[in-house]
């Protein structure tokens, strides 16, 4: 129950033993019941990952959503939004906010836990925790500089420098980079300053305070997003169709966004922590921290109007909003044995306060506006031609998430044969309204209250010592996200859900640093959506059903592999009937997919050390594969399948003693024409392809 800080040689692999996350912290992967992703460093660093979507796509089941790739990236698991304010944790515990590129330079590795996980984090959706793990201080000095740029033009530097003194140790990373995403107009810069101090006054007594400051800002490609264009079902055809913009036309490397429409973005977090192990097997911990996040964006959307000659309307949605999360976390934890049989107990109390302050934004057709023709764009700036002028709204709402949290996990392990887990979770859980946009009548005080009770369970079973067979159920809690922008109720803020999760899977690790993982899941949750007369409204009951495999870690010493594949069978299961009145016609949409949740991902990636011809140099290869999705709930339309290929290679020197790595990545290298993200009406374009350089030095 410990927590487990991995260094050294050992986590130099493609390979990982143990899981930071949730209330499987410090378990062995083999030992946790859930589908795990674990992307350590030697993958980030062999694929020079420095994007979130860089990172989780090496896991089936992982595809991006509602924005387009330049700015950020929004991840769904199993077809499942993951939710930008209470899914993304640092360190396995503070909730960080996502609606933006997170750094990895100064992270250790990602882990993806899958599933329903509110019995231990609260409210969240059953997509699953992605978790960053910041690089930890290490035993002795430690300093590397990196300088990496691509064939696009940009240009960064990365400087890690650690060390221990004593009682007290430090890691601090900072990097500065000028970006260019190879989209005309879409340049900018980011900078990330961070520290990770760890404290030890005793052997029993640890203190760590993890610090990051980073800010990206880049002028923001338009994505295409269906408002007026959007076919309107009738009694006769329920179901129409629509055809999407012509992929074979569109060139990745323009953009029908106005230049100047800059996504300028700042995000803080800071965590603390305290561990006592006050006695042989027990320990005492808290944890405090905050993300704050500050956000201005103009979000530029082509409604696409005329798919054959390109002709359609640019909106612009002015956006000046500030989020923020602060956590607490208290939690006593402990292990004894009687006989055969060992027990281990977590008890712990949490809160999150999360806050939102976001200007009104105005139904898409009265937003600012201009013609303009995506096949063949012309130059536009963010002061013309549009109509009205653009103006950040000083109409806002400040709205509070406060969710309050006991709960009780237990794992009973008899002769390390019978794993038996139990948990469960009290909430007391609140939606307030801080203060009203001034142009309602809405009042200041709750919205929604609700103190729900949530349960899991488990068993595992170890034939062996390398092999595990887990079933397991989860009740889950979530926050359904308010209406967005263009519709005809805006705002509107539906009550929390319950889901609920069954998993059923294998593990099999028949050597070290070398992991099989298949399973079967079943999640039903409550759906949200825009409907066909343009209201966001919770409708019955969505079901995602389906099965995954993985393998990653060494081969061979050689040869080390990241692999995955998944089916998902989503669909909506229960809702409203049709309704058909002489002013309206809405059609169900229960038997129809769901949204951004394709049947089948797949990717595998690998590298290769030529030990045989020389130890230094290492060849790299990804593919990644990626189904048809349905563009939104009434299924008007489907983005076709692709894969995209990687290549790459690095080389190790010595030069007196020292270390320099030279790497090459090639992605996307045959310049496939896809459609990167999917959902909520939405489509965003590929990033065009590029080759990535760097030069590593560690002294």
Known sequence: MDDIVVTGERNNQFGTDVVQAGSFRGAKTLDTPLTVAVIPQAVLQSQQAIDIIDAVRNTPGVSTSSVGPAAYSNVTIRGINVDTRANYKLDGTLNILSSVAFPLEDKDRVEVLKGASALYYGFSTPSGIVNLTMKRPTESLYLQEDTFFDSHGSLGQHVDVGDTVGIFGFRLNGVLQHIDTGIKYATGQRYLIAGAFDLKPTSRLTITVDFEDFRRNISEPGSFRFVTSAPKPTPANPYPTIPLPSLDRLDPSTNFAPAGANNNTRETNYLGKVNYKFADGWNLSAAY????????????????????????????????????NVNYNAELSGKFRVGGVSNEILIGVARRIGDTFTPFTPAVTSRPHANQNYYDPIYMTIDSPFTPAIVFSTIASKTRIDDKGVYVFDRV?????????????????????????????????????????????????????????????IEGLESTPAAPGGVNNPGYQPPPATS??????????????????AAYFDIKRVQAYVNSGNYYVEDGRARYRGIELSVSGNITPDLAVIAGY?????????GAPTINTPTSFVPTTVGLKLEGAPAHTWSMAGEYKLSWLTPGLKLSAGAYYTGMQAVNPQNIAFTPAYTTYDLGASYTFRIQGHELVARVNGQNITGKRYWASVGGVNLSENLPGTVKFSLSFKY
């Open 289 to 324: 921290g905050g993300s704050y996040q500050h956000r201005i964006r103009y979000t530029p959307q082509m409604d696409p109007g005329n798919t054959t000659t390109g002709a359609g309307v640019l909106y612009l949605a002015p956006q000046n909003s500030n989020f923020k």
């Open 413 to 473: 392990n008899f002769n390390d044969v019978v794993q038996l887990l139990g948990g469960v979770r009290k909430s007391d859980y609140a939606e307030i309204l801080l203060v009203p946009a001034s142009n309602t009548t809405a009042v200041a005080g709750p919205t929604f209250k609700a103190q729900p009770w949530s349960f899991s369970g488990g068993v595992v079973l170890k034939p062996t010592k390398w092999s595990s067979v887990y079933g397991t159920y």
């Open 500 to 517: 609920t999760q069954k998993e059923f899977g294998i593990k099999l690790e028949p050597k070290q640093n070398l992991l099989f993982q």
């Open 566 to 574: 998944t089916y998902l069978d989503a669909k909506q299961i229960i």
